[in-house]
């Protein structure tokens, strides 16, 4: 196969991999009723006028399936950090005791479960278009290799295994969504 056309693949792969990191990620932000410090992860506190993710400014922890304590390392922040996760729409009421901050995860309801199951699916179906996206790209610029001195079946192969590759990591998004649906509506 042509050098460039490997050079394309690779790129797509890694590309696709970053891809389903991130639908990971994005599907891991979604709770599932248990208290987890991740939930956490995209709150982000003025410290100093800066905006400081809430893990640099604080001790993340959770002592039961239900409650998360935060514990920040200068007591003055203890207001700014409730007021970071109130406005984060988690829909989580800080409770502080001048010291620490919990956060206590109420058990979800039924409908509220398939709220969160709807959630992950568009979380999924992000990924799997931001996969689709980078096989049209990768198919754009394997096309393009045609005027360096790629043959018409080299394209075609090159094609081939950018379509697989597309298959084999839409599957992996499609696992983890399914994954995150079980873990949801798991009571």
């Not at 891991?28 to 248990?34: L, M, P, S």
């Not at 007021?83 to 800080?94: E, M, Q, R, T």
């Not at 075609?156 to 983890?176: M, N, R």
Request: with cysteine.
């Amino acid at each position: 196969m042509n050098e460039l056309i490997s050079l394309q693949l690779d790129d797509c792969k890694d590309s696709m991999t970053k891809a389903v990191s991130f639908a990971e990620s994005e599907l891991t932000k979604i709770r599932a009723g248990k208290a987890s410090p991740s939930m956490l992860d995209g709150i982000s506190v003025d410290y100093y006028g800066s905006p400081t993710p809430l893990a640099q400014v604080s001790n993340v922890n959770t002592t039961d399936a239900r409650t998360i304590v935060i514990q920040p390392w200068e007591k003055s922040l203890i207001s700014a950090i409730e007021k970071a996760i109130i406005d984060s729409n988690l829909g989580l009421n800080p409770q502080n005791d001048g010291i620490v901050i919990r956060l206590v995860v109420p058990a979800l309801t039924e409908e509220r479960r398939r709220d969160l199951v709807k959630k992950a699916k568009e979380e999924a179906e992000k990924g799997r278009i931001a996969i689709r996206n980078i096989r049209k790209d990768t198919n754009e610029s394997i096309k393009k290799l045609k005027n360096d001195g790629a043959s018409e079946d080299e394209i075609k192969v090159g094609e081939a295994e950018v379509q697989k590759l597309t298959d084999s990591f839409i599957v992996q998004v499609d696992k983890l969504a399914e994954l995150k649906e079980k873990d949801i509506m798991t009571v």
